[in-house]
């Protein structure tokens, strides 16, 4: 079934509709019988919950899982200490006197 009969039969019911599309298998990546459709929210839209029967087809209504993070930033201050000794000559530094070496002959 296309996305755009779901589109238009809700439009038919009474509904706006945003968009529809047709969900995937992550590891296949071929369409499932699932559809996820966009409404606005409004007064309107709020009945699509009592809908059992969308183009000859029984149906369920679900909500899409929202996540809400109460992610909080920790502060600098209250990280443990992980700054280490720094060496006062870089490893790198035998490489760095060949090449001054070199460029002076």
């Known amino acids: 079934m ?3 009969e779901i589109m238009d039969e809700l439009v038919e019911l009474g509904f706006q509709p945003q968009s529809c599309h047709a969900m995937t298998n992550r590891k296949t990546n071929l369409p499932m019988p699932l559809f996820l459709t966009t409404l606005t929210k409004n007064n309107i839209n709020k009945d699509i919950y009592n809908i059992t029967e969308l183009c ?7 909500s899409f899982p929202t996540t809400k993070s109460s992610f909080s930033p920790t502060p600098l201050t209250s ?3 992980t700054s280490k000794r720094i060496p006062s000559q ?7 006197d060949l090449q001054k070496s070199e460029t002076q002959t």
């Open 2 to 4: 296309p996305p755009e």
């Open 56 to 62: 000859s087809l029984k149906i369920e209504i679900e």
């Open 79 to 81: 990280l443990p200490s």
């Open 90 to 96: 870089s490893p790198y530094a035998p490489f760095t």
